[in-house]
């Protein structure tokens, strides 16, 4: 049984950061592309950013490019995410994904056919 717990968010001031984490337990990720993804009150999930196995392909929506970064330590079998100048509209719940089925260098950024997801952690910024 594979499970991922996020774990980092928390209430910002807009402008602020934030890192969250995404750590598995159960087997290793370190051959998974992993993804975060974001739900804001009475909107869809939304993709955020992603990143291959082998950590050398990134890619993130417009939305917080610039702004986040993806990073990943498969050695902690952990997964992070650096949100620099928050804004009130990335107010959202966070979730990470993993997909086991992708070669070394490639991300996914479809919520369809992710093998596993976390609970959720809460990111409130502040205006």
């Known amino acids: 049984q594979v499970q991922l717990v996020e774990s980092g968010g928390g209430l910002v001031q807009a402008g602020g950061s934030l890192r969250l984490s995404c750590a598995a337990s159960g087997r290793t990720l370190s051959t998974s592309a992993l993804g975060w993804f974001r739900q804001a009150p009475g909107k869809e999930r939304e993709f955020v950013a992603a990143?291959?196995?082998?950590?050398?392909?990134?890619f993130y929506a417009d939305s917080v490019k610039g702004r986040f970064t993806i990073s990943r330590a498969n050695a902690k079998n952990t997964m992070y995410l650096q949100m620099n100048s928050l804004k009130p509209e990335d107010t959202a719940v966070y979730y990470c994904a993993a997909r086991t089925t992708l070669n070394s260098d490639t991300y996914f950024t479809a919520q369809n056919g992710n093998d596993y997801w976390g609970q959720g952690t809460q990111v409130t910024v502040s205006s």
């Open positions: 990143i291959s196995w082998s950590g050398r392909s990134t």
